[in-house]
Each structure stands twice: as structure tokens, then as C-alpha cells.
């Protein structure tokens, strides 16, 4: 079993600026998938960022060039630093865990960009 534990979310003006964190327990982090997604108010959760364990990484279209995804193995964390940020932006963003055929999911923080 894994736990995700997410931090960094709050309240920010357009164009501002946030970092996400989410610390993962147990001995695969490293070995593991690991990303963000959102979901907006009457939406779908909807992927924003991946990244492999090879590092490779994957953007929703709408965050390129704006959000970027890292992670730290020794710490067993991942990021997600999110700059330019819109009012459209503003969804609860949870971390996704993927190792092997199994998914955990953290609780969920909550972003929301004011106009």
C-alpha cells in the first residue's frame, strides 16, 4: 500500500505562480509512474502532468510551456511547478501513483486562481 500525501495548493492571482508536492511511502517510488491530475467543479478529472520512472514526461496540452513536472527519488516526491497560472486552472489536483498493475491516488489539494 502506498500513501500520498499532497501539500503546496492554495490560493493565487492570475499569472502567479505555485509549486505542488506530493510525498509517496514505501520502496518503489523510483520504480513507479508518478504524475498529477485535476478536476474542475462539474468536470472531469483530466490528466496534467506524468512522469516516468525514466524521467520521460507527458503534458495536458493546455499546461505546456507553463507547468513542469519533477521528481526527487531520494525523497520520494514529486512536483509540479505551475507558473502563468489562469482562472481556468483552478481544480483540485491529485497525485497519481502507478506501479506495476496497481494506481493509488492522493486526496487532493485544492488550486484556485483568481481573475
Known amino acids: 500500500q502506498v500513501q500520498l500525501v499532497e501539500s503546496g495548493g492554495g490560493l493565487v492571482q492570475a499569472g502567479g505562480s505555485l509549486c505542488l508536492s506530493c510525498a509517496a511511502s514505501g520502496s518503489t517510488f523510483s520504480v513507479a509512474d508518478i504524475g498529477w491530475y485535476r478536476q474542475a467543479p462539474g468536470k472531469q478529472r483530466d490528466l496534467v502532468a506524468i512522469?516516468?520512472?525514466?524521467?520521460?514526461?507527458t503534458y495536458a496540452n493546455s499546461v505546456k510551456g507553463r507547468f513542469t513536472i519533477s521528481r526527487d527519488n531520494a525523497k520520494n516526491t514529486v512536483y509540479l511547478q505551475m507558473n502563468s497560472l489562469k482562472p481556468e486552472d483552478t481544480a483540485v489536483y491529485s497525485c497519481w501513483y502507478f506501479y506495476r498493475q496497481y494506481t493509488y491516488w492522493g486526496q487532493g489539494t485544492q488550486v484556485t486562481v483568481s481573475s
Open positions: 512522469i516516468s520512472s525514466a524521467g520521460r514526461t
